[in-house]
């Protein structure tokens, strides 16, 4: 499987801005600029879609995982924040915290640490990152409606 993108830069390094596409055409030249990195700007950063690739890759391979246990959900929440940091007038990604989250029965919740861990160390995004990455995980309690 071969996946592509093209990015456009136009400007100078700090005021200017690009737009980059997919070949999936999911995004289609999305506005990005450095200053998102850090700021409130409507727009992306390499760095946020760095931190969307690694919490949509967990959350696959964290439900690929939970079905070889046997362990159905109707959804996995992965939530990642990723550490943008200059040292030495350079940025480097410094760190990449997870957070993965389920419903599922408190009975499951040792066969979903397998998954977790089992899913962190086959995630293809992260292996491809050399940066620290933590995982934190947690069953969400259901909370059944009751009708009287």
């Not at 990015?7 to 596409?21: F, M, N, Q, R």
């Not at 389920?102 to 499951?108: N, Q, S, W, Y």
């Not at 947690?138 to 409606?145: G, I, K, M, Y």
Request: proline share 4%; net charge negative.
């Amino acid at each position: 499987m071969i996946r592509s993108a093209v990015a456009i830069w136009k400007g100078s390094p700090a005021a200017g801005e690009g737009t980059v596409s997919t070949s999936s055409g999911i995004m289609s030249n999305a506005l990005y600029s450095f200053g998102s990195s850090s700021g409130n700007e409507p727009c992306t950063s390499p760095s946020e879609m760095l931190a969307a690739a690694v919490a949509s890759c967990m959350s696959l391979m964290l439900t690929q995982e939970m079905d070889k246990l046997g362990i159905r959900t109707e959804s996995v929440r992965t939530e990642a924040e990723l550490t943008l940091e200059e040292h030495r007038g350079r940025w480097q990604i410094t760190n990449i915290e997870l957070h993965a989250s389920t419903h599922l029965p408190e009975c499951d919740a040792e066969k979903f640490q397998h998954a977790c861990r089992a899913a962190k160390s086959r995630c293809p995004i992260s292996h491809a990152l050399n940066v620290p990455i933590k995982l934190t995980s947690a069953l969400e309690r259901e909370v059944h409606a009751v009708t009287t």
